[in-house]
C-alpha cells in the first residue's frame, strides 16, 4: 500500500480559511440618494459616526464659540437643535453672521424630494430649523421641491404620481407655519416650464458648461449606466442657491437676457441634512467660475433623526414602522413608539432596576431631545433612566405624550392649508422682509451701477465694439477688482 501524498499547501491554505469567520464589518455610505450606517464585524448595525463624517468632508464642528457669536450677533438664543448638536456642522455659518452684521441681503433655501404623499417628523426638522432661521435673520425664502429628481432616481414613480407628493408635501411644509410674505415655494416641473424661469436656466446651462461628468459621477458615485437627465439634474439643484435665479423675489426683472450682478453677490444660507453635503461641494467649488460669480454658499448640517429601529438606522418613507409620519394617527403614534421603538434599558424590570439604562441609545428619549425644550426636564429623565428609577415604559410613555401633541398640533394646521394657499406659496412674485434694523457694521461696496444696467462690457475706451474674448476679459478685470474694493472695506471695519 502507497503512502498517501501530504495535502498541498494551497489545500491547508483553504481548509485553515474555511473555518474562519467572515467578517461582516462595513463602513458607513452617506450620499443624497443612499443612507447607510456602518455595521461591525459580526454584522451589527453602528450608530453614525459624524465626526468622522465632518472629517472626511472637510466641514467644521458647531462650537460654542460660533453659538456665543450667534447669540451675541442676532440676539437670539440658539435654537436647542444648535445647543444639543444635532445641527452640528457648517460651511462659512461665521460669513452669514458678518453680512447680517452689516444689514445686507440674505438668501435662505432648502429643499425637499417628494417621495411619499406625506412626510414624517425626519423631514419636518429641517423645516422648523429654517423657519427659526427665517424668524432670526427675517430674510427671503426659497424652498424647492425636486419632483423631477424623483422621478429620475425612483424606477417605479411616474411623472403625475410624483407630481401630485409635490403638491402634498408642499401643504406639509406650509403646515409648519411659513410667512408666504416672504416664501417663495417652488415645483420643479412646473417652475421650470413657467415664464419666470430666464435666469434660473442661464445659471444652469452656464453651470452645466463649468461640471465635467468626471466630476458629477466623482461626487455622487454615477456610473455609465446611470441616466442623462440624473447628471443633468446636479446643475438645476446647484444654481437653485443662486440669489440671481429669482430676480423677481428682489423686485427685478425676470425677462431680461442679462442677470443683476446685485443679485449674484447675495449669499445663501442652507440648512440640510448631512447627506446633502455633496451637492452644494460642487457649488462651492465653481461658483466663483461663473460670469458673475456668487459667494459660496453656507451649510448647516443636521444629524439623522434615528429610525424607530434604532442605532443606524434612517426613517424612510417605505419603510412606515421606521418612522411616526405626520399623517399617523394617536393610536399608531403609541403603536409604533411600544412596538418598534428601540430601548437603552434592561431586558427585565430587575436588571433595569439594579443597572440602569442607557438614554444615549434609547430611541423614546432621543426624539425627547428633538421635540422638548426644556433642558432641565431632558436631564432630569437621562439621570433617572441611568440609575433605574425611571422606567423604559415611562420614557415610552413621555415619548408618546410628546409626538402624539406635535403631530396633532400639525394636523390642525394641515387642515387649513387650502389649494388656494398652496397657490399663494407658489405664485413667483416680490417677497417682502426686513433683514437686520440695526446693523452694526458698514456695508461693502455695491457692484458697480453701469455694469448692473448694461450687462457685459461691449465698447473699449476708444468707443470701438469690443471682441467677444475682449469683452469677457473686460468683465472679469473689473469683478477683480470689485472683489478687491470689498477686501479693503472689509478690513477696515476690523
Known sequence: MTEPEPPSVAALSLAETATEPVSQATEQEINPWDVQAATDAQGNVLAFDYKAISEKWNTKLIDDALLQRFERVTGHKPHRWLRRGLFFSHRDLELILDQYERGEDILLYTGRGPSSDSMHIGHTIPFEFTKWLQDVFDVPLVIMLTDDEKFLFKEKLKQPEVY????????????????????FIYIDSEFFTSGFNRHFSLNATEFEKLITNNQVRG?????????????????????????????????????????????????????????????????????????????KPALVHSKFLTALQGAGGKMSASNPNSAIFMSDTEKQIKKKINQHAFSGGQETLELHREKGGNPDIDVPYQYLTYFEDDDEKLTRFADA??????????????????????????????????????????????????????????????????????????????????????????????????????????????
Request: aromatic share 8%; proline share 6%.
Open 164 to 183: 401630485q407628493f409635490a403638491r402634498d408635501n408642499a401643504k406639509d411644509i406650509i403646515s409648519i407655519g411659513f410667512d408666504v410674505k416672504k416664501t
Open 385 to 494: 433612566y441611568r440609575k433605574g428609577e425611571m422606567l423604559t415604559g415611562e420614557m415610552k410613555r413621555e415619548c408618546i405624550d410628546m409626538m402624539t401633541v406635535y403631530v396633532r398640533k400639525f394636523q390642525d394646521a394641515r387642515a387649513k392649508v387650502t389649494d388656494e394657499t398652496l397657490e399663494e406659496f407658489l405664485k413667483p412674485r416680490k417677497l417682502e422682509w426686513k433683514g437686520n434694523q440695526n446693523p452694526t457694521k458698514p456695508k461693502l461696496a455695491a457692484p458697480s451701477s453701469s455694469k448692473e444696467d448694461a450687462g457685459p462690457p461691449s465698447v473699449g475706451e476708444d468707443g470701438k465694439p469690443l471682441t467677444k474674448n475682449a469683452a469677457k476679459k473686460a468683465a472679469k478685470l473689473a469683478e477683480i477688482e470689485r472683489k478687491k474694493k470689498e477686501k479693503e472695506a472689509a478690513a477696515a471695519t476690523k
Open 219 to 295: 461626487a455622487f458615485g454615477f456610473t455609465g449606466t446611470t441616466n442623462i437627465g440624473s447628471n443633468a439634474f446636479a446643475a438645476k439643484q446647484c444654481v437653485a442657491a443662486f440669489a440671481s435665479s429669482y430676480p423677481f423675489i428682489f423686485g427685478e426683472e425676470h425677462t431680461s437676457y442679462y442677470r443683476k450682478e446685485r443679485l449674484a453677490s447675495i449669499p445663501c444660507l442652507i440648512p440640510c441634512a448631512i447627506d446633502q453635503d455633496p451637492y452644494f461641494r460642487i457649488v462651492r467649488e465653481n461658483c466663483n467660475r461663473m460670469d458673475q460669480p456668487s459667494p
